[in-house]
């Protein structure tokens, strides 16, 4: 498997727990308590598997992303004062023929009241195509969904860099970041495929840059609105191009119970 196409499970489930520390310090006080179970991210158990359905702007079929939880754990810091628990998920990537495009390791994270999606997601696999046979450096930070959410509130910055470079000297930097996000309103009922679940409404700002030198950075913006559910994740993704047209729309589709194989 190309180098570009794996997240490198072991590190960067460290450099999730290490960098999701900042964004839990920012994010808002929580509203009235909610019962959540942090020892399983977004109700995670071992084996289980999620499925979202991809739909193009025309709503046409156009993928199918099938998520499948290999393990739960946990890590302590240093004074052993918090706990992070960790899910870490198996994403594959489909076309509408059902055949493999990508594979890639994630790792989500729960400590105290607020769950973290891996920065990892957030590559632009397209940016990295021209780098197969580089070092790749990665500095994924995750992005913060508070188990308690209130409206209006603003969440912290997530996402990932990607330093390229070869045995010799620096070549590129790939970012992803995912801001000013925002939520907007919730909670409410979303109907899916999967089930009908009490969602938030999140709008954020996605940007992909490429710097393959200082003075030259290309960068592209999407609109990017996630309706999510403390108890079960992310339900629903409408992904909105520079002209404010929908480009893309990721839906829960299925939430199997985990099964050995």
């Not at 072991?10 to 727990?17: H, I, K, P, Y």
């Not at 399983?40 to 193009?56: A, K, Q």
């Not at 996605?206 to 079960?232: G, K, L, N, Q």
Request: with cysteine.
């Amino acid at each position: 498997m190309p180098q570009y196409y794996c997240s490198l499970l072991s590190s960067c489930a460290l450099v999730l727990l290490s960098l999701t520390t900042q964004a839990q310090d920012s994010l808002p006080a929580p509203a009235a308590s909610t019962s959540l179970d942090c020892t399983h991210p977004f109700g995670l158990d071992s084996y289980m598997e999620l499925v979202y359905s991809i739909t193009d702007d025309r709503g046409k079929p156009a993928g199918t992303i099938r998520q499948r939880v290999v393990s739960l754990g946990s890590q302590t810091n240093k004074k052993k004062t918090i706990t992070t628990n960790t899910a870490l998920v198996k994403s594959g990537l489909y076309d509408v023929k059902n055949r493999l495009i990508r594979m890639q390791d994630l790792t989500y994270g729960c400590r105290q009241d607020t769950t973290f999606t891996d920065g990892m997601s957030e590559i632009e696999f397209k940016n990295m195509s021209s780098f197969r046979d580089r070092r790749l450096a990665y500095a994924p930070v995750g992005l913060a969904w508070p188990n308690q959410p209130t409206v209006g509130s603003m969440l912290p910055n997530g996402g990932v860099s990607v330093q390229v470079s070869s045995s010799a000297v620096d070549i590129a930097q790939v970012n992803t970041t995912v801001r000013r996000r925002r939520i907007v309103s919730g909670p409410a009922p979303l109907v899916t495929p999967a089930g009908t679940f009490q969602c938030y409404k999140v709008e954020s700002e996605r940007e992909a840059s490429m710097a393959p030198r200082e003075d030259m950075v290309m960068r592209t913006r999407t609109r990017v609105i996630d309706y999510y559910s403390p108890t079960v994740g992310i339900v629903k993704t409408e992904v909105y191009n520079k002209n404010g047209k929908l480009a893309e729309t990721r839906l829960l589709t299925a939430r199997n119970a985990g099964n050995q194989p």
